[in-house]
Nanobody, 125 residues
Framework: DVQVAESGGGLVQAGGSLRLSCVAS????????IGWFRQEPGKERDAVAC????????YYDDSVLGRFTISSDNAKNTVYLQMNSLKPEDTALYYC??????????????????WGQGTQVTVSS
């Protein structure tokens, strides 16, 4: 079965950095797009960034553009989300998700078939 699993969350002060990792197993990595989403309690899950592995194409929400970088290590079936200049409003549960066959609208949750359990990111002011 295809599985994705996040790691790397934690507590950091505003202005600090964290790197999240998403390991995907039992899939042909190049055939997928991997997205990062975040969700605060009581709010909707929102897209943060996405990478189409096969096309090496990346997408970013405006709220993180210039601060977050998504990248992949194909040899390790791993996607990273490097988060710099973190703000308290970045505090959320971060999820990664895999979409087979690429992506049409990276913000559309329904396009992703496989989801991880999430990793908490907390940014203190």
């Amino acid at each position: 079965d295809v599985q994705v699993a996040e790691s790397g969350g934690g507590l950091v002060q505003a202005g600090g950095s964290l790197r999240l990792s998403c390991v995907a197993s039992d899939l042909t990595f190049n055939d997928y797009a991997i997205g990062w989403f975040r969700q605060e309690p009581g709010k909707e899950r929102d897209a943060v960034a996405c990478i189409n592995i096969g096309l090496s194409k990346t997408y970013y929400d405006d709220s993180v553009l210039g601060r977050f970088t998504i990248s992949s290590d194909n040899a390790k079936n791993t996607v990273y989300l490097q988060m710099n200049s973190l703000k308290p409003e970045d505090t959320a549960l971060y999820y990664c998700a895999a979409a087979e066959g690429g992506i049409y609208n990276y913000k559309n949750l329904a396009e992703y078939q496989y989801w991880g359990q999430g990793t908490q990111v907390t940014v203190s002011s």
